[in-house]
C-alpha cells in the first residue's frame, strides 16, 4: 500500500468511447503525475500537477485530458483513443517537484486496452 | 541532466546478495541517486535514495563511490520476490525519468 490509489484496475474500451482514470492520494502531497508505460518500454512521463497547476504536458495527444480539481485528485479523461494507447497507466505523488530530493510514490496503474 | 547506465540483466541465486551497479559520471553535486524496482504488472516502487554517503534501509543497501560516478544496490538475501526490474535514476529538476533499468532474475 502506497498510499496512491488508482482505479479502475483494468479497463476496456472501444476506439469512440469516453472513459476516465481516477487516481487518490492519501499522503499529504502537493505534486501528481501521470506515467504511460506500453509494453517493452521504459515509463514515460505524460503530465505533471503541483498545486492543482498543470506544469508539464510532454506532448500529449489532445485525445487524453487530465484534470486535477485539488491536490489529493488526478484523473485521466479518454476520448476517442487508438488500439496503440493500450498501456499501464500510472499515476503518482510526491510533496512538490523541481527539486533535486523528491521521492515520488506510485499507484498500482491502471491496465487500458484499446479494441 | 545526468543519464544513468545499467545492465540489461542480471541473475541471482536465491538467499545470496544481489548486487547491482549503476554508472552516473555525468552526476552534479546537488543530484540524488534514487533506486526503484517494477515487479512484473505493478507500479513501481521506491526503494532507496542516496547524495553522497552510504544509505541503508529495510530493503536495501546503496553504497555511492566516492566521486559520485557509480553507486551498487545490494539487496543482502534477495528472495524469489525480489524478481524485478530495478531503475537507477538521478532525479532532473524532480522529475522522475525512468531508462530500460536491470531485469534482476532471483533463481532458487
Known amino acids: 500500500e502506497t498510499g496512491v490509489t488508482q482505479t479502475p484496475r483494468h479497463l476496456v474500451m472501444g476506439m469512440t468511447n469516453k472513459k476516465s482514470l481516477k487516481c487518490e492520494q492519501h499522503?499529504?502531497?502537493?505534486?501528481m503525475y501521470w506515467y504511460k508505460q506500453s509494453a517493452k518500454k521504459p515509463l514515460e512521463l505524460m503530465f505533471v500537477y503541483n498545486f492543482k497547476e498543470q506544469t508539464e504536458n510532454n506532448s500529449v495527444p489532445s485525445r487524453f485530458s487530465p484534470e486535477c480539481p485539488n491536490s489529493s485528485h488526478l484523473f485521466l479523461h479518454l476520448h476517442t483513443l487508438q488500439p496503440e494507447d493500450s498501456a499501464l497507466y500510472l499515476c503518482?505523488?510526491?510533496?512538490?517537484?523541481?527539486?533535486?530530493?523528491?521521492?515520488?510514490?506510485f499507484g498500482e496503474g491502471s491496465w487500458l486496452t484499446v479494441v | 541532466d545526468a543519464k544513468t547506465t545499467q545492465p540489461t540483466s542480471m541473475d541471482c541465486a536465491e538467499g545470496r546478495a544481489a548486487n547491482l551497479p549503476c554508472n552516473h559520471s555525468?552526476?552534479?553535486?546537488?543530484?540524488?541517486v534514487y533506486w526503484y524496482r517494477q515487479i512484473h504488472s505493478q507500479g513501481p516502487q521506491y526503494i532507496i535514495h542516496?547524495?553522497?554517503n552510504n544509505e541503508t534501509n529495510e530493503m536495501a543497501s546503496l553504497i555511492i563511490t566516492e566521486d559520485r560516478k557509480s553507486s551498487t544496490l545490494i539487496l543482502p538475501h534477495a528472495t524469489l520476490r525480489d524478481t524485478a526490474v530495478y531503475y537507477c535514476i538521478v532525479i532532473p529538476g524532480g522529475k522522475l525519468i525512468f531508462g530500460q533499468g536491470t531485469e534482476l532474475s532471483v533463481k532458487p
Open positions: 499522503l499529504g502531497h502537493n505534486a
Open positions: 503518482a505523488s510526491s510533496q512538490d517537484i523541481d527539486r533535486n530530493l523528491n521521492t515520488i510514490y
Open positions: 555525468t552526476i552534479s553535486g546537488n543530484e540524488y
Open positions: 542516496g547524495l553522497k
